[in-house]
């Protein structure tokens, strides 16, 4: 009788068990649909007021809550993007006009859940993309969310804070971006030190050259297996070109993300073997020939650095606000910037890259040249 007791018990602890799943999956899905809605009634009301700012000595305060935030690369990177579109909005004086703050709540409720459990190794990388927006003057770093709202109360006079709340959901909606590009004609691009740019640039003298850079981004990690990159079609993609001398391959990932037997072809480099910097990934993406990737964070860098490139793949339910629509393209990416709504193959990959490097060609652009000249005035 009393393995029976414990039977029903253990039994009436599974099915609160998977109770308590099921709930947390249906709280998960609509927190997803919830981060992607267009429209968040603080977040517009405040964008509206300040869009009429009549003092262009403040200052924007963006901050990153990691425990508010999905801490996507693609997501901080359209949040940096969007940092700068909304200082020509508010009409403040050129310059470094946007302080940023990052917030890392040990203590925080939403600790313990999987989505916002990101390693130390990934946050500090995920710290370092600020270097790509060129009017970020100064980064803070905050451990608690009452420190952050003290500075703020503080200095509140000097700033127009951005998002209006810590969990606003709407902090980086490209559809914005898209908007604000049909208004005015341009939007303000993300970039690089030249310091950076110089040591990537002395990389290729010594590895690339005289083959065109062309660097490819390789997808192979657990989050959302399902955007990751087919290693037998990228493979059999590079080594169509293996014995054609006018391109070399850099392709960038994580260590842990690398398959062996891409080093037995000889047109390819991985660049984790000569940095683990994430600065110097966004280098060779900004001064490459051309860039490629799957549904990518990194390819965000791309889209708002006028980079030559082709990205592919499942976009996920982000392609309600940080993905172009199936068929479509922002108004903000040239001619020479495609993203496809198809999983690659093969047959598609050699398409893609012959169309676009003919396009470059007969339009005489070459990207890698063009930042050379920049970089060096």
């Given at each position: 009788?009393?393995?029976?007791?414990?039977?029903?018990?253990?039994?009436?602890?599974?099915?609160?068990?998977?109770?308590?799943?099921?709930?947390?999956?249906?709280?998960?899905?609509?927190?997803?649909?919830?981060?992607?809605?267009?429209k968040d009634i603080l977040t517009e009301v405040h964008y509206r007021f300040f869009r009429?700012?009549?003092?262009?000595?403040?200052?924007?305060?963006?901050?990153?809550?990691?425990?508010?935030?999905?801490?996507?690369?693609?997501?901080?990177?359209?949040?940096?993007?969007?940092?700068?579109m909304l200082s020509y909005e508010f009409k403040l004086n050129p310059g470094r006009n946007?302080?940023?703050?990052?917030?890392?709540?040990?203590?925080?409720?939403?600790?313990?859940?999987?989505?916002?459990?990101?390693?130390?190794?990934?946050?500090?990388?995920?710290?370092?993309?600020?270097?790509?927006?060129?009017?970020?003057?100064?980064?803070?770093?905050?451990?608690?969310?009452?420190?952050?709202?003290?500075?703020?109360?503080?200095?509140?006079?000097?700033?127009?804070?951005?998002?209006?709340?810590?969990?606003?959901?709407?902090?980086?909606?490209?559809?914005?971006?898209?908007?604000?590009?049909?208004?005015?004609?341009?939007?303000?691009?993300?970039?690089?030190?030249?310091?950076?740019?110089?040591?990537?640039?002395?990389?290729?003298?010594?590895?690339?050259?005289?083959?065109?850079?062309?660097?490819?981004?390789?997808?192979?990690?657990?989050?959302?297996?399902?955007?990751?990159?087919?290693?037998?079609?990228?493979?059999?993609?590079?080594?169509?070109?293996?014995?054609?001398?006018?391109?070399?391959?850099?392709?960038?990932?994580?260590?842990?993300?690398?398959?062996?037997?891409?080093?037995?072809?000889?047109?390819?480099?991985?660049?984790?073997?000569?940095?683990?910097?994430?600065?110097?990934?966004?280098?060779?993406?900004?001064?490459?020939?051309?860039?490629?990737?799957?549904?990518?964070?990194?390819?965000?860098?791309?889209?708002?650095?006028?980079?030559?490139?082709?990205?592919?793949?499942?976009?996920?339910?982000?392609?309600?606000?940080?993905?172009?629509?199936?068929?479509?393209?922002?108004?903000?990416?040239?001619?020479?910037?495609?993203?496809?709504?198809?999983?690659?193959?093969?047959?598609?990959?050699?398409?893609?890259?012959?169309?676009?490097?003919?396009?470059?060609?007969?339009?005489?652009?070459?990207?890698?040249?063009?930042?050379?000249?920049?970089?060096s005035k």
């Amino acid at each position: 009788m009393k393995k029976r007791d414990n039977y029903s018990m253990n039994s009436e602890k599974d099915k609160l068990s998977r109770t308590f799943d099921y709930i947390t999956y249906i709280l998960n899905y609509i927190y997803k649909d919830i981060s992607s809605t267009s429209k968040d009634i603080l977040t517009e009301v405040h964008y509206r007021f300040f869009r009429y700012n009549h003092n262009p000595n403040k200052k924007i305060l963006g901050y990153w809550d990691f425990n508010q935030r999905l801490s996507r690369f693609g997501d901080f990177m359209t949040f940096l993007e969007y940092l700068s579109m909304l200082s020509y909005e508010f009409k403040l004086n050129p310059g470094r006009n946007i302080d940023l703050c990052f917030i890392d709540d040990d203590t925080h409720y939403n600790k313990s859940q999987p989505r916002f459990n990101k390693t130390y190794l990934f946050k500090k990388n995920l710290k370092k993309l600020w270097i790509t927006n060129p009017n970020i003057d100064s980064v803070f770093s905050f451990k608690s969310n009452a420190e952050f709202e003290k500075f703020y109360s503080q200095n509140k006079d000097r700033y127009i804070r951005w998002p209006p709340t810590v969990s606003g959901t709407v902090v980086a909606d490209c559809r914005v971006i898209d908007n604000f590009h049909k208004n005015n004609g341009f939007i303000p691009h993300l970039d690089l030190p030249k310091e950076i740019l110089a040591e990537v640039y002395s990389f290729y003298e010594s590895n690339i050259y005289p083959a065109l850079p062309i660097v490819l981004n390789v997808r192979k990690n657990s989050w959302d297996a399902s955007r990751n990159s087919d290693s037998s079609h990228i493979y059999n993609f590079i080594k169509h070109y293996e014995q054609n001398k006018r391109y070399k391959f850099i392709i960038i990932c994580n260590k842990e993300e690398i398959s062996e037997e891409f080093r037995l072809l000889k047109n390819v480099i991985f660049s984790k073997d000569y940095s683990s910097d994430v600065e110097f990934d966004l280098g060779l993406i900004k001064i490459s020939y051309l860039s490629i990737f799957p549904s990518s964070g990194m390819a965000c860098f791309a889209w708002f650095s006028k980079t030559p490139f082709i990205q592919y793949g499942n976009h996920g339910y982000q392609e309600k606000f940080t993905a172009t629509p199936k068929g479509k393209s922002f108004s903000f990416l040239s001619v020479s910037q495609k993203i496809y709504h198809e999983p690659e193959t093969t047959e598609k990959l050699i398409s893609w890259f012959e169309s676009m490097v003919g396009y470059l060609e007969s339009n005489k652009i070459n990207n890698n040249e063009l930042n050379k000249i920049q970089a060096s005035k």
